[in-house]
Protein backbone atom coordinates (compact mmCIF):
# COMPACT_ATOMS: atom_id res chain seq x y z
CA UNK A 1 0.00 0.00 0.00
CA UNK A 2 3.08 2.51 0.77
CA UNK A 3 4.60 1.52 -2.85
CA UNK A 4 1.18 2.68 -4.21
CA UNK A 5 0.37 5.91 -2.76
CA UNK A 6 4.40 7.10 -3.55
CA UNK A 7 3.19 6.15 -6.88
CA UNK A 8 0.21 8.21 -6.73
CA UNK A 9 2.54 11.56 -5.18
CA UNK A 10 4.96 10.65 -8.21
CA UNK A 11 3.42 10.67 -11.20
CA UNK A 12 2.88 13.80 -12.34
CA UNK A 13 -0.59 15.99 -13.27
CA UNK A 14 -0.68 14.79 -16.70
CA UNK A 15 -1.27 11.05 -15.62
CA UNK A 16 -3.34 11.70 -12.77
CA UNK A 17 -5.36 13.36 -15.26
CA UNK A 18 -5.32 11.14 -18.12
CA UNK A 19 -8.46 8.99 -17.18
CA UNK A 20 -10.66 12.28 -16.39
CA UNK A 21 -9.78 13.23 -20.07
CA UNK A 22 -10.13 9.82 -21.22
CA UNK A 23 -13.88 9.89 -19.52
CA UNK A 24 -14.97 13.50 -20.93
CA UNK A 25 -13.74 12.13 -24.11
CA UNK A 26 -15.72 9.42 -24.10
CA UNK A 27 -18.81 11.51 -22.98
CA UNK A 28 -18.59 13.84 -25.67
CA UNK A 29 -18.16 11.17 -28.35
CA UNK A 30 -20.52 8.33 -27.50
CA UNK A 31 -23.44 10.89 -25.19
CA UNK A 32 -22.83 13.83 -27.72
CA UNK A 33 -26.73 13.80 -27.98
CA UNK A 34 -26.88 15.18 -24.90
CA UNK A 35 -25.40 18.50 -25.63
CA UNK A 36 -28.43 18.75 -27.88
CA UNK A 37 -30.82 17.29 -26.38
CA UNK A 38 -30.43 19.33 -22.82
CA UNK A 39 -30.79 22.77 -24.98
CA UNK A 40 -33.48 21.47 -26.19
CA UNK A 41 -35.52 20.46 -22.93
CA UNK A 42 -34.41 23.97 -21.97
CA UNK A 43 -36.06 25.63 -24.85
CA UNK A 44 -39.07 23.05 -23.86
CA UNK A 45 -39.70 24.87 -20.75
CA UNK A 46 -39.62 27.99 -22.04
CA UNK A 47 -41.55 28.05 -25.25
CA UNK A 48 -42.99 24.59 -25.10
CA UNK A 49 -41.80 21.61 -27.09
CA UNK A 50 -40.52 22.02 -30.82
CA UNK A 51 -41.73 18.80 -31.55
CA UNK A 52 -44.86 17.95 -29.81
CA UNK A 53 -47.76 16.12 -31.82
CA UNK A 54 -50.70 18.49 -31.38
CA UNK A 55 -53.57 15.85 -30.42
CA UNK A 56 -56.33 14.46 -32.91
CA UNK A 57 -59.32 13.63 -33.37
CA UNK A 58 -59.19 10.36 -34.75
CA UNK A 59 -55.90 7.64 -35.13
CA UNK A 60 -55.80 4.55 -36.82
CA UNK A 61 -57.32 1.32 -35.26
CA UNK A 62 -54.95 -0.47 -32.80
CA UNK A 63 -54.48 -3.90 -31.08
CA UNK A 64 -52.70 -3.82 -28.36
CA UNK A 65 -51.80 -7.56 -27.67
CA UNK A 66 -51.18 -8.15 -23.41
CA UNK A 67 -48.89 -11.62 -23.48
CA UNK A 68 -48.75 -13.12 -19.76
CA UNK A 69 -47.51 -16.95 -18.43
CA UNK A 70 -50.16 -15.78 -15.63
CA UNK A 71 -49.03 -18.58 -13.12
CA UNK A 72 -49.89 -17.08 -9.74
CA UNK A 73 -52.96 -14.61 -8.21
CA UNK A 74 -50.66 -11.79 -8.06
CA UNK A 75 -49.57 -11.95 -11.14
CA UNK A 76 -53.46 -11.74 -12.26
CA UNK A 77 -53.90 -8.44 -9.80
CA UNK A 78 -50.92 -7.04 -11.80
CA UNK A 79 -52.54 -7.74 -15.08
CA UNK A 80 -55.80 -6.44 -14.09
CA UNK A 81 -53.83 -3.25 -13.36
CA UNK A 82 -52.39 -3.14 -16.44
CA UNK A 83 -55.58 -3.84 -18.51
CA UNK A 84 -57.13 -1.17 -16.21
CA UNK A 85 -54.28 1.59 -17.26
CA UNK A 86 -55.02 0.50 -21.02
CA UNK A 87 -58.92 0.92 -20.83
CA UNK A 88 -59.05 4.07 -19.15
CA UNK A 89 -56.19 6.02 -21.46
CA UNK A 90 -58.90 7.48 -23.69
CA UNK A 91 -57.37 6.48 -27.05
CA UNK A 92 -59.73 8.43 -29.50
CA UNK A 93 -59.80 5.36 -32.22
CA UNK A 94 -60.78 1.70 -32.25
CA UNK A 95 -58.62 0.03 -29.44
CA UNK A 96 -58.72 -3.75 -29.07
CA UNK A 97 -57.13 -4.88 -26.33
CA UNK A 98 -56.45 -9.27 -26.70
CA UNK A 99 -54.73 -10.70 -23.33
CA UNK A 100 -53.16 -13.84 -24.76
CA UNK A 101 -52.16 -16.41 -22.13
CA UNK A 102 -49.55 -18.52 -22.47
CA UNK A 103 -50.25 -22.16 -21.51
CA UNK A 104 -53.67 -21.94 -19.56
CA UNK A 105 -53.83 -25.51 -18.63
CA UNK A 106 -51.22 -25.00 -15.87
CA UNK A 107 -53.89 -22.74 -14.18
CA UNK A 108 -57.20 -23.04 -14.80
CA UNK A 109 -58.28 -21.37 -12.44
CA UNK A 110 -56.57 -18.42 -12.61
CA UNK A 111 -57.87 -17.96 -16.64
CA UNK A 112 -60.93 -18.78 -15.60
CA UNK A 113 -61.39 -15.67 -13.29
CA UNK A 114 -59.20 -13.26 -16.16
CA UNK A 115 -62.22 -14.40 -18.53
CA UNK A 116 -65.25 -13.81 -15.84
CA UNK A 117 -63.69 -10.26 -15.23
CA UNK A 118 -63.22 -9.52 -18.55
CA UNK A 119 -66.96 -10.36 -19.49
CA UNK A 120 -68.32 -8.23 -16.78
CA UNK A 121 -66.11 -5.45 -17.38
CA UNK A 122 -67.63 -2.11 -18.80
CA UNK A 123 -65.86 -0.25 -20.99
CA UNK A 124 -66.69 2.71 -23.88
CA UNK A 125 -67.74 2.48 -26.84
CA UNK A 126 -64.80 1.44 -29.22
CA UNK A 127 -62.91 -0.59 -27.13
CA UNK A 128 -62.99 -4.05 -27.22
CA UNK A 129 -61.73 -6.55 -25.00
CA UNK A 130 -61.06 -10.19 -25.45
CA UNK A 131 -59.22 -12.81 -23.63
CA UNK A 132 -57.35 -15.92 -25.26
CA UNK A 133 -54.20 -18.50 -25.06
CA UNK A 134 -52.56 -21.70 -25.58
CA UNK A 135 -53.26 -24.90 -23.77
CA UNK A 136 -49.44 -25.35 -23.76
CA UNK A 137 -46.65 -22.72 -23.40
CA UNK A 138 -45.14 -21.73 -26.40
CA UNK A 139 -42.94 -18.76 -25.27
CA UNK A 140 -43.66 -14.61 -25.11
CA UNK A 141 -43.75 -14.34 -28.64
CA UNK A 142 -45.72 -16.81 -29.74
CA UNK A 143 -48.74 -15.95 -27.26
CA UNK A 144 -48.60 -12.55 -28.79
CA UNK A 145 -48.77 -14.40 -32.50
CA UNK A 146 -51.81 -16.00 -31.00
CA UNK A 147 -53.59 -13.15 -30.23
CA UNK A 148 -53.25 -11.45 -33.12
CA UNK A 149 -54.67 -14.92 -34.92
CA UNK A 150 -57.64 -15.02 -32.71
CA UNK A 151 -58.59 -11.31 -33.48
CA UNK A 152 -57.63 -11.98 -37.15
CA UNK A 153 -60.43 -15.08 -37.11
CA UNK A 154 -62.72 -12.17 -35.09
CA UNK A 155 -62.29 -10.28 -38.11
CA UNK A 156 -62.66 -13.26 -40.81
CA UNK A 157 -65.92 -13.94 -39.28
CA UNK A 158 -67.75 -10.60 -39.64
CA UNK A 159 -67.51 -9.48 -36.24
CA UNK A 160 -65.11 -6.56 -37.10
CA UNK A 161 -65.17 -5.24 -40.03
CA UNK A 162 -61.53 -4.81 -40.47
CA UNK A 163 -58.05 -5.50 -39.18
CA UNK A 164 -56.55 -2.58 -36.93
CA UNK A 165 -53.58 -1.09 -38.51
CA UNK A 166 -51.64 -0.49 -35.72
CA UNK A 167 -49.82 -2.73 -33.37
CA UNK A 168 -49.21 -1.88 -29.99
CA UNK A 169 -47.22 -3.99 -27.75
CA UNK A 170 -47.01 -3.56 -23.58
CA UNK A 171 -46.37 -6.20 -20.65
CA UNK A 172 -48.71 -7.67 -18.27
CA UNK A 173 -46.91 -5.87 -15.45
CA UNK A 174 -47.25 -2.09 -16.77
CA UNK A 175 -49.34 0.66 -16.17
CA UNK A 176 -49.72 2.99 -18.83
CA UNK A 177 -49.31 6.79 -18.25
CA UNK A 178 -52.13 9.04 -18.85
CA UNK A 179 -52.48 9.14 -22.59
CA UNK A 180 -49.85 6.94 -23.30
CA UNK A 181 -51.04 5.25 -26.06
CA UNK A 182 -52.49 8.33 -28.12
CA UNK A 183 -49.35 10.11 -28.03
CA UNK A 184 -47.70 7.14 -28.77
CA UNK A 185 -49.31 6.51 -32.12
CA UNK A 186 -49.95 9.69 -33.05
CA UNK A 187 -45.47 9.87 -33.09
CA UNK A 188 -45.96 6.69 -35.16
CA UNK A 189 -48.42 8.26 -38.15
CA UNK A 190 -46.38 11.71 -37.89
CA UNK A 191 -44.57 12.07 -42.04
CA UNK A 192 -40.83 12.80 -41.90
CA UNK A 193 -40.58 16.64 -43.51
CA UNK A 194 -38.53 15.54 -45.84
CA UNK A 195 -39.48 11.47 -47.00
CA UNK A 196 -43.10 11.86 -46.56
CA UNK A 197 -42.73 8.41 -44.77
CA UNK A 198 -43.92 7.59 -41.39
CA UNK A 199 -42.35 6.16 -38.18
CA UNK A 200 -41.87 2.28 -38.49
CA UNK A 201 -41.73 1.77 -34.68
CA UNK A 202 -41.97 4.48 -31.88
CA UNK A 203 -40.56 3.18 -28.24
CA UNK A 204 -42.52 4.45 -25.14
CA UNK A 205 -40.80 6.14 -21.65
CA UNK A 206 -40.38 3.30 -19.35
CA UNK A 207 -39.91 3.63 -15.03
CA UNK A 208 -40.26 1.46 -12.41
CA UNK A 209 -43.12 0.68 -11.53
CA UNK A 210 -44.66 2.72 -8.35
CA UNK A 211 -41.13 4.47 -7.98
CA UNK A 212 -40.48 1.37 -5.72
CA UNK A 213 -36.50 2.23 -6.15
CA UNK A 214 -37.35 4.74 -3.35
CA UNK A 215 -39.13 3.42 0.01
CA UNK A 216 -36.62 4.72 2.63
CA UNK A 217 -33.20 4.64 3.55
CA UNK A 218 -33.94 1.31 5.48
CA UNK A 219 -35.03 0.26 2.21
CA UNK A 220 -32.14 1.82 0.29
CA UNK A 221 -29.48 -0.31 2.10
CA UNK A 222 -30.90 -3.95 1.43
CA UNK A 223 -29.88 -6.19 -1.44
CA UNK A 224 -33.83 -5.31 -3.02
CA UNK A 225 -32.73 -1.69 -2.60
CA UNK A 226 -30.11 -1.22 -4.04
CA UNK A 227 -31.25 -3.59 -6.94
CA UNK A 228 -34.65 -1.38 -7.70
CA UNK A 229 -32.76 2.51 -7.54
CA UNK A 230 -29.79 1.08 -10.02
CA UNK A 231 -32.80 -0.24 -12.28
CA UNK A 232 -34.26 2.53 -12.37
CA UNK A 233 -31.10 4.87 -12.90
CA UNK A 234 -30.39 2.20 -15.68
CA UNK A 235 -34.07 3.06 -17.11
CA UNK A 236 -33.30 6.89 -17.06
CA UNK A 237 -30.32 6.80 -18.73
CA UNK A 238 -31.40 4.10 -21.64
CA UNK A 239 -34.63 6.31 -22.07
CA UNK A 240 -32.21 9.58 -23.18
CA UNK A 241 -30.31 6.85 -26.02
CA UNK A 242 -34.02 6.35 -27.38
CA UNK A 243 -33.83 9.56 -29.41
CA UNK A 244 -31.93 7.55 -31.72
CA UNK A 245 -29.51 10.51 -32.31
CA UNK A 246 -26.44 8.88 -31.92
CA UNK A 247 -24.20 8.28 -35.62
CA UNK A 248 -25.14 4.38 -35.36
CA UNK A 249 -29.15 4.04 -35.11
CA UNK A 250 -30.62 1.96 -32.36
CA UNK A 251 -31.81 -1.39 -33.98
CA UNK A 252 -34.28 -2.39 -30.78
CA UNK A 253 -36.96 -1.02 -28.90
CA UNK A 254 -38.52 -2.03 -25.32
CA UNK A 255 -40.61 -4.95 -24.94
CA UNK A 256 -42.35 -3.13 -22.26
CA UNK A 257 -43.71 -0.87 -24.48
CA UNK A 258 -43.95 0.29 -28.32
CA UNK A 259 -45.89 0.29 -31.40
CA UNK A 260 -45.39 -0.11 -35.02
CA UNK A 261 -47.83 -0.33 -38.11
CA UNK A 262 -49.65 -4.18 -38.46
CA UNK A 263 -48.27 -4.76 -41.85
CA UNK A 264 -44.96 -4.57 -40.68
CA UNK A 265 -45.90 -6.97 -37.72
CA UNK A 266 -47.54 -9.42 -39.89
CA UNK A 267 -44.90 -9.74 -42.04
CA UNK A 268 -42.21 -11.23 -40.05
CA UNK A 269 -43.18 -14.84 -40.59
CA UNK A 270 -42.84 -14.68 -44.22
CA UNK A 271 -39.68 -12.56 -44.41
CA UNK A 272 -37.64 -14.60 -41.67
CA UNK A 273 -38.58 -17.75 -44.05
CA UNK A 274 -37.85 -15.95 -46.93
CA UNK A 275 -34.25 -14.87 -46.64
CA UNK A 276 -33.89 -18.74 -45.33
CA UNK A 277 -33.83 -19.02 -49.09
CA UNK A 278 -31.31 -16.61 -50.03
CA UNK A 279 -27.49 -18.02 -50.59
CA UNK A 280 -24.44 -16.94 -51.52
CA UNK A 281 -24.97 -17.55 -54.99
CA UNK A 282 -27.86 -14.86 -55.26
CA UNK A 283 -24.85 -12.26 -53.70
CA UNK A 284 -22.46 -12.85 -56.24
CA UNK A 285 -25.29 -12.52 -58.90
CA UNK A 286 -26.54 -9.27 -57.37
CA UNK A 287 -23.04 -7.77 -57.22
CA UNK A 288 -23.55 -8.80 -60.90
CA UNK A 289 -26.54 -6.60 -61.57
CA UNK A 290 -29.10 -9.60 -61.61
CA UNK A 291 -32.21 -9.12 -59.35
CA UNK A 292 -32.66 -11.10 -56.13
CA UNK A 293 -35.56 -13.16 -55.83
CA UNK A 294 -39.09 -11.14 -55.02
CA UNK A 295 -40.00 -11.41 -51.56
CA UNK A 296 -44.11 -10.75 -52.63
CA UNK A 297 -43.61 -13.24 -55.04
CA UNK A 298 -42.47 -15.61 -52.85
CA UNK A 299 -44.06 -18.77 -52.32
CA UNK A 300 -41.99 -20.03 -48.90
CA UNK A 301 -44.77 -20.82 -46.30
CA UNK A 302 -44.74 -18.64 -43.17
CA UNK A 303 -43.32 -19.91 -40.03
CA UNK A 304 -44.37 -18.45 -37.10
CA UNK A 305 -42.35 -20.31 -34.81
CA UNK A 306 -38.94 -17.74 -36.59
CA UNK A 307 -40.28 -15.28 -34.54
CA UNK A 308 -39.58 -17.35 -31.22
CA UNK A 309 -36.09 -16.52 -29.41
CA UNK A 310 -34.49 -14.94 -26.99
CA UNK A 311 -36.73 -11.75 -27.56
CA UNK A 312 -39.44 -10.79 -29.68
CA UNK A 313 -39.16 -6.71 -29.59
CA UNK A 314 -36.07 -6.94 -31.58
CA UNK A 315 -37.28 -8.97 -34.00
CA UNK A 316 -39.84 -6.38 -34.81
CA UNK A 317 -37.39 -3.16 -34.51
CA UNK A 318 -35.38 -5.56 -37.11
CA UNK A 319 -38.65 -5.34 -38.96
CA UNK A 320 -39.19 -2.05 -38.26
CA UNK A 321 -35.73 -1.29 -40.30
CA UNK A 322 -36.12 -3.31 -43.05
CA UNK A 323 -39.74 -1.46 -44.22
CA UNK A 324 -39.41 0.93 -47.02
CA UNK A 325 -42.87 3.08 -47.61
CA UNK A 326 -44.43 3.41 -51.07
CA UNK A 327 -47.50 4.33 -52.69
CA UNK A 328 -49.07 4.03 -49.36
CA UNK A 329 -47.96 0.77 -48.06
CA UNK A 330 -45.01 -1.13 -46.65
CA UNK A 331 -42.71 -3.03 -48.39
CA UNK A 332 -39.78 -5.75 -47.59
CA UNK A 333 -38.42 -6.18 -51.49
CA UNK A 334 -34.67 -6.37 -51.14
CA UNK A 335 -32.70 -3.33 -52.74
CA UNK A 336 -32.65 -4.17 -56.74
CA UNK A 337 -28.49 -3.01 -56.74
CA UNK A 338 -25.63 -2.49 -54.25
CA UNK A 339 -26.30 1.59 -55.07
CA UNK A 340 -29.97 1.18 -54.08
CA UNK A 341 -28.66 -0.76 -50.71
CA UNK A 342 -26.39 1.83 -50.27
CA UNK A 343 -28.96 5.21 -50.87
CA UNK A 344 -31.50 3.02 -48.67
CA UNK A 345 -27.97 2.52 -45.94
CA UNK A 346 -27.27 6.67 -46.26
CA UNK A 347 -30.92 7.77 -45.86
CA UNK A 348 -31.51 5.69 -43.05
CA UNK A 349 -28.48 7.19 -41.20
CA UNK A 350 -28.85 10.76 -41.76
CA UNK A 351 -32.33 11.31 -43.56
CA UNK A 352 -35.02 9.34 -41.63
CA UNK A 353 -34.46 6.49 -38.99
CA UNK A 354 -37.37 3.71 -38.80
CA UNK A 355 -37.03 3.95 -34.83
CA UNK A 356 -38.91 6.68 -32.72
CA UNK A 357 -39.27 7.61 -29.39
CA UNK A 358 -42.06 9.59 -27.42
CA UNK A 359 -40.46 10.54 -23.93
CA UNK A 360 -44.33 11.50 -23.06
CA UNK A 361 -45.71 8.20 -23.59
CA UNK A 362 -44.88 6.93 -20.50
CA UNK A 363 -45.16 3.48 -19.34
CA UNK A 364 -43.97 2.13 -15.31
CA UNK A 365 -43.08 -1.48 -15.18
CA UNK A 366 -41.57 -4.22 -13.39
CA UNK A 367 -38.42 -5.29 -12.79
CA UNK A 368 -36.76 -8.44 -10.98
CA UNK A 369 -35.90 -7.89 -6.70
CA UNK A 370 -33.00 -10.60 -6.49
CA UNK A 371 -29.43 -11.10 -7.34
CA UNK A 372 -30.84 -15.00 -9.19
CA UNK A 373 -33.45 -13.19 -11.00
CA UNK A 374 -32.05 -10.15 -12.30
CA UNK A 375 -28.82 -11.72 -13.33
CA UNK A 376 -30.92 -14.10 -15.37
CA UNK A 377 -33.05 -11.29 -16.95
CA UNK A 378 -29.85 -9.33 -18.24
CA UNK A 379 -28.42 -12.61 -19.09
CA UNK A 380 -30.77 -13.08 -21.87
CA UNK A 381 -30.97 -8.88 -22.53
CA UNK A 382 -27.99 -8.40 -23.26
CA UNK A 383 -26.77 -11.45 -25.55
CA UNK A 384 -30.48 -11.86 -27.66
CA UNK A 385 -28.80 -9.66 -30.10
CA UNK A 386 -26.40 -12.72 -31.04
CA UNK A 387 -29.25 -14.79 -31.48
CA UNK A 388 -31.74 -12.42 -33.15
CA UNK A 389 -28.42 -10.93 -35.85
CA UNK A 390 -28.34 -14.89 -36.82
CA UNK A 391 -31.79 -15.14 -37.50
CA UNK A 392 -31.62 -12.15 -40.07
CA UNK A 393 -28.06 -13.29 -41.10
CA UNK A 394 -28.57 -14.17 -44.60
CA UNK A 395 -30.63 -10.55 -44.97
CA UNK A 396 -27.84 -8.56 -43.91
CA UNK A 397 -25.25 -8.71 -47.28
CA UNK A 398 -28.44 -7.14 -49.28
CA UNK A 399 -30.45 -5.01 -46.22
CA UNK A 400 -27.89 -2.73 -45.66
CA UNK A 401 -30.03 -0.33 -43.57
CA UNK A 402 -30.03 -3.26 -40.96
CA UNK A 403 -26.69 -4.76 -41.76
CA UNK A 404 -24.54 -2.02 -40.83
CA UNK A 405 -25.78 -1.32 -37.57
CA UNK A 406 -26.08 -4.58 -36.85
CA UNK A 407 -22.54 -5.15 -37.50
CA UNK A 408 -21.25 -2.45 -35.77
CA UNK A 409 -23.17 -3.01 -32.65
CA UNK A 410 -22.40 -6.76 -32.56
CA UNK A 411 -18.20 -5.29 -33.54
CA UNK A 412 -18.52 -3.17 -30.36
CA UNK A 413 -20.10 -5.34 -28.17
CA UNK A 414 -17.47 -8.43 -28.36
CA UNK A 415 -15.52 -5.17 -28.38
CA UNK A 416 -16.34 -4.23 -24.91
CA UNK A 417 -16.80 -7.69 -23.66
CA UNK A 418 -12.72 -8.50 -24.44
CA UNK A 419 -11.36 -5.15 -23.38
CA UNK A 420 -13.14 -5.38 -20.21
CA UNK A 421 -12.43 -8.67 -19.63
CA UNK A 422 -8.73 -7.64 -20.25
CA UNK A 423 -9.39 -4.54 -17.43
CA UNK A 424 -11.18 -6.46 -14.76
CA UNK A 425 -7.99 -9.29 -14.56
CA UNK A 426 -5.39 -6.43 -14.62
CA UNK A 427 -7.10 -4.96 -11.56
CA UNK A 428 -6.54 -6.63 -9.13
CA UNK A 429 -3.03 -8.01 -10.24
CA UNK A 430 -2.37 -4.22 -10.70
CA UNK A 431 -2.32 -3.16 -6.83
CA UNK A 432 0.31 -5.84 -6.65
CA UNK A 433 2.76 -3.88 -8.79
CA UNK A 434 1.82 -0.34 -8.65
CA UNK A 435 3.24 2.12 -11.81
CA UNK A 436 1.83 4.32 -14.17
CA UNK A 437 -0.54 2.11 -15.78
CA UNK A 438 -1.93 0.65 -12.57
CA UNK A 439 -2.36 4.53 -11.92
CA UNK A 440 -4.37 4.61 -15.17
CA UNK A 441 -6.19 1.83 -14.41
CA UNK A 442 -7.29 3.11 -11.32
CA UNK A 443 -8.38 6.57 -12.54
CA UNK A 444 -10.83 4.45 -15.09
CA UNK A 445 -12.29 2.84 -11.83
CA UNK A 446 -13.00 6.00 -11.06
CA UNK A 447 -14.48 7.31 -14.62
CA UNK A 448 -17.20 4.95 -14.12
CA UNK A 449 -18.22 6.91 -11.38
CA UNK A 450 -18.24 10.24 -13.14
CA UNK A 451 -19.65 9.26 -16.25
CA UNK A 452 -22.60 7.48 -14.55
CA UNK A 453 -23.03 10.70 -12.53
CA UNK A 454 -23.08 12.74 -15.79
CA UNK A 455 -25.40 10.32 -17.92
CA UNK A 456 -27.72 10.71 -14.68
CA UNK A 457 -27.31 13.71 -14.32
CA UNK A 458 -28.29 14.73 -17.58
CA UNK A 459 -30.94 12.53 -18.19
CA UNK A 460 -32.77 13.90 -15.17
CA UNK A 461 -32.48 17.12 -16.48
CA UNK A 462 -33.32 15.72 -20.20
CA UNK A 463 -36.18 13.67 -18.86
CA UNK A 464 -37.55 16.42 -16.69
CA UNK A 465 -37.51 14.33 -14.22
CA UNK A 466 -35.74 16.51 -10.88
CA UNK A 467 -37.67 14.99 -8.78
CA UNK A 468 -36.59 11.24 -8.95
CA UNK A 469 -33.23 13.45 -7.56
CA UNK A 470 -32.65 10.01 -5.39
CA UNK A 471 -31.49 8.36 -8.36
CA UNK A 472 -28.04 10.03 -7.42
CA UNK A 473 -27.68 8.03 -4.48
CA UNK A 474 -27.06 5.18 -7.00
CA UNK A 475 -23.97 6.37 -8.45
CA UNK A 476 -21.47 4.78 -5.60
CA UNK A 477 -22.47 1.17 -6.35
CA UNK A 478 -23.08 1.89 -10.07
CA UNK A 479 -19.74 0.08 -11.01
CA UNK A 480 -20.13 -3.09 -8.91
CA UNK A 481 -23.67 -3.13 -10.70
CA UNK A 482 -22.64 -2.78 -14.28
CA UNK A 483 -19.89 -4.70 -13.46
CA UNK A 484 -22.22 -8.23 -12.49
CA UNK A 485 -24.96 -7.39 -14.47
CA UNK A 486 -23.44 -5.52 -17.42
CA UNK A 487 -20.48 -7.00 -17.92
CA UNK A 488 -20.77 -10.56 -16.15
CA UNK A 489 -24.26 -11.42 -17.52
CA UNK A 490 -23.50 -10.21 -20.91
CA UNK A 491 -19.96 -12.28 -21.06
CA UNK A 492 -21.54 -15.16 -19.53
CA UNK A 493 -24.39 -15.03 -21.82
CA UNK A 494 -21.73 -14.43 -24.97
CA UNK A 495 -19.71 -17.63 -24.40
CA UNK A 496 -22.25 -19.88 -23.73
CA UNK A 497 -24.00 -18.72 -27.15
CA UNK A 498 -20.85 -18.39 -29.15
CA UNK A 499 -18.54 -20.90 -27.23
CA UNK A 500 -20.32 -23.53 -25.90
CA UNK A 501 -23.74 -24.77 -26.18
CA UNK A 502 -25.78 -22.36 -26.56
CA UNK A 503 -27.44 -19.86 -23.83
CA UNK A 504 -30.39 -21.56 -22.33
CA UNK A 505 -32.61 -18.50 -21.27
CA UNK A 506 -36.17 -20.61 -20.71
CA UNK A 507 -37.95 -17.66 -22.83
CA UNK A 508 -39.48 -19.95 -25.64
CA UNK A 509 -39.46 -24.00 -24.78
CA UNK A 510 -37.57 -26.38 -26.70
CA UNK A 511 -41.02 -27.39 -28.98
CA UNK A 512 -41.61 -23.65 -30.14
CA UNK A 513 -37.60 -23.22 -31.10
CA UNK A 514 -37.01 -26.65 -32.27
CA UNK A 515 -40.20 -25.80 -35.38
CA UNK A 516 -38.72 -22.67 -35.84
CA UNK A 517 -35.93 -24.26 -37.48
CA UNK A 518 -33.54 -21.44 -35.71
CA UNK A 519 -29.77 -22.44 -34.60
CA UNK A 520 -27.01 -21.11 -32.21
CA UNK A 521 -23.15 -20.26 -33.18
CA UNK A 522 -22.43 -22.86 -30.04
CA UNK A 523 -19.08 -23.87 -31.51
CA UNK A 524 -18.61 -26.31 -28.83
CA UNK A 525 -21.81 -28.17 -29.17
CA UNK A 526 -21.07 -28.02 -33.14
CA UNK A 527 -17.91 -29.72 -32.35
CA UNK A 528 -19.01 -32.46 -30.08
CA UNK A 529 -21.53 -33.66 -32.61
CA UNK A 530 -18.95 -33.88 -35.52
CA UNK A 531 -17.24 -35.49 -33.20
CA UNK A 532 -19.89 -38.19 -32.55
CA UNK A 533 -20.52 -38.67 -36.16
CA UNK A 534 -17.25 -39.09 -37.21
CA UNK A 535 -16.69 -42.13 -34.55
CA UNK A 536 -19.80 -43.62 -35.99
CA UNK A 537 -19.11 -43.27 -39.17
CA UNK A 538 -15.56 -44.55 -38.71
CA UNK A 539 -16.85 -47.82 -37.03
CA UNK A 540 -19.68 -48.57 -38.04
CA UNK A 541 -19.38 -46.79 -41.50
CA UNK A 542 -23.07 -45.84 -41.60
CA UNK A 543 -23.01 -41.94 -41.33
CA UNK A 544 -21.55 -40.40 -44.79
CA UNK A 545 -20.17 -37.24 -44.17
CA UNK A 546 -21.42 -33.11 -44.55
CA UNK A 547 -22.36 -30.28 -43.64
CA UNK A 548 -24.60 -31.59 -41.15
CA UNK A 549 -21.95 -33.12 -39.11
CA UNK A 550 -21.30 -29.19 -38.32
CA UNK A 551 -24.98 -28.53 -38.05
CA UNK A 552 -27.44 -27.96 -35.09
CA UNK A 553 -30.66 -29.42 -36.47
CA UNK A 554 -31.93 -33.15 -35.79
CA UNK A 555 -30.43 -35.60 -38.03
CA UNK A 556 -31.33 -39.62 -38.45
CA UNK A 557 -27.92 -39.97 -35.86
CA UNK A 558 -28.68 -36.94 -33.50
CA UNK A 559 -30.90 -34.98 -31.67
CA UNK A 560 -31.74 -31.12 -32.53
CA UNK A 561 -29.82 -28.81 -30.57
CA UNK A 562 -32.38 -27.51 -28.06
CA UNK A 563 -33.36 -30.83 -27.33
CA UNK A 564 -33.28 -30.89 -23.51
CA UNK A 565 -33.54 -26.83 -23.11
CA UNK A 566 -36.94 -26.60 -21.54
CA UNK A 567 -37.59 -30.55 -20.48
CA UNK A 568 -34.39 -31.96 -18.92
CA UNK A 569 -33.75 -34.33 -21.57
CA UNK A 570 -29.70 -34.53 -21.86
CA UNK A 571 -29.21 -36.74 -24.20
CA UNK A 572 -25.44 -38.63 -23.34
CA UNK A 573 -22.50 -38.87 -25.75
CA UNK A 574 -23.05 -42.01 -27.15
CA UNK A 575 -26.78 -41.06 -28.37
CA UNK A 576 -25.59 -41.41 -31.68
CA UNK A 577 -24.68 -45.18 -31.29
CA UNK A 578 -28.63 -45.53 -31.06
CA UNK A 579 -30.29 -46.76 -34.62
CA UNK A 580 -31.52 -43.78 -37.29
CA UNK A 581 -34.74 -42.74 -36.22
CA UNK A 582 -37.89 -43.39 -37.86
CA UNK A 583 -39.09 -41.69 -40.54
CA UNK A 584 -35.42 -40.66 -41.74
CA UNK A 585 -33.80 -41.69 -44.78
CA UNK A 586 -30.38 -42.55 -43.48
CA UNK A 587 -28.80 -41.98 -47.19
CA UNK A 588 -30.17 -38.12 -47.33
CA UNK A 589 -29.30 -37.19 -43.71
CA UNK A 590 -29.71 -33.34 -44.43
CA UNK A 591 -33.07 -33.54 -45.88
CA UNK A 592 -33.98 -29.82 -45.94
CA UNK A 593 -37.35 -29.40 -43.41
CA UNK A 594 -38.09 -33.16 -42.75
CA UNK A 595 -35.04 -33.58 -41.18
CA UNK A 596 -34.08 -29.93 -40.02
CA UNK A 597 -36.75 -28.34 -37.95
CA UNK A 598 -38.83 -32.10 -36.98
CA UNK A 599 -42.64 -31.68 -35.24
Request: hydrophobic share 45%; with cysteine.
Amino acid sequence: MESLLWSLHAWDGLLLSAPLVHCLFLFSIFAWDHFYLLPRHMWTLAFGRMDRCEPQDTLPSAVLVIPSLLRKWDELASMLCTVESALMNSYPSELFIVISIDGYDDAPELYSELRSWAESRERRPGIWLYVTGTPGRRGKPMAIEHGVKFLRERVSKGYHPRFPEVYISTDADADLGPDALRKLVQRLVRRHPLTGWPARAVAGNFYLRGNRFWQGWRHFFTVEGQLTIQIAREYMIANVARHNLRPIPLCGVPGVFYCTWYDIFAAAPKFLAYIRTLRLRHWVLWWLGFPLPSFSASTVPEIPELIAGDTDDTVMAFMAILATFKNGRFHFEPPRTPLHALWAMLRALWIDRALKYEPEARVYTSSPTTIKSLFRQRRRWNTARIEVTGRFWRALPFYWTLGLPAIVILFLRFRYWFLTGLFYLYLPASFFNPSGLTIFVIGLCTCQIVLNSLLIAFALVINGDLRYWRLLLAIPFSPLHAFVFAFVSSFVGAVHDVLLFGNVTGFAPESTLIRGGSSRIALLFRIRRALQLSLRAILRGDVPFGAFWFGWRETPWTPNGYEGWTTGKKPGFFSVWHQPRPGFDPSRPSSGRGAGIGS
